[in-house]
Structure formats: C-alpha cells, structure tokens
C-alpha cells in the first residue's frame, strides 16, 4: 500500500513557477512508477507527466513540454513536478499518482495508477 500526499499548490501570476511536491509513503517508493494528472473544471483528468521507477525515464504531456518538469528523489520518497511559464489554462487541481511495483515503467493512462493523493489546487491569474 502507498499513500500519496501532495503539497506545493497555490495562487500564482501567469509567467510564474511552482514546484508541486509529492510524499509517498512505504518502503516501496523507488519501486513505483510516478505520474502527475490534473482535473480543471467541468474537464476530465488529465495526464500531465510521469517518470519511471529509477527516473531514468520521463513522458510529458504536449501542453506542458518544455514547461514543466517530473523528478524524483527516492532517499527523500518524493516526486516533484516544477511548473514554470503557467498559463491560465493550467489552473486545475494537481494529482500525484503511483503504479504498482510490477510496473516501473512510465504511463500516460490515468487507468495504469493504482494509488492517488487527494490533489492540490494550482490557480493562475491573468
């Protein structure tokens, strides 16, 4: 079982950054693939980027490439995602998600996560 604890959200000026951090709980953090969705209003969740279980790999989704950026530091069982250049359309709350361990590698279907954080809202102003 993992247990997932966003933190890091806020209100921020479009042009801006934020680093979304992501604690996981239990001793099988560097064996879970990582991933980062979002949920805007009246939307459906998204993918937004993953990493794989050493990080040796990541994905992004095309809205975010070149924007933001998914790590991990496994000593500190943590993911993070840096947000920079947000845009107004990036306002959503934030869902860190885990894989199960069978699976280390990355996903961008929200249906391959097996444990989620309660999310974090991300609001940027025009």
């Known amino acids: 079982q993992v247990q997932l604890v966003e933190s890091g959200g806020g209100l921020v000026q479009a042009g801006g950054s934020l680093r979304l951090s992501c604690a996981a709980s239990?001793?099988?953090?560097?064996?879970?693939?990582m991933g980062w969705f979002r949920q805007a209003p009246g939307k459906e969740r998204e993918f937004v980027a993953a990493i794989s279980r050493y990080g040796g790999i990541t994905g992004y989704a095309d809205s975010v490439k070149g924007r933001f950026t998914i790590s991990r530091d496994n000593a500190k069982n943590t993911v993070y995602l840096q947000m920079n250049s947000l845009k107004p359309e990036d306002t959503a709350v934030y869902y860190c998600?885990?894989?199960?361990?069978?699976?280390?590698?990355?996903?961008?279907?929200?249906?391959?996560?097996?444990?989620w954080g309660q999310g974090t809202q991300v609001t940027v102003s025009s």
């Open positions: 239990g001793r099988t953090f560097s064996s879970n693939a």
């Open positions: 998600a885990a894989r199960g361990t069978a699976y280390g590698g990355t996903s961008y279907s929200e249906g391959h996560y097996d444990y």
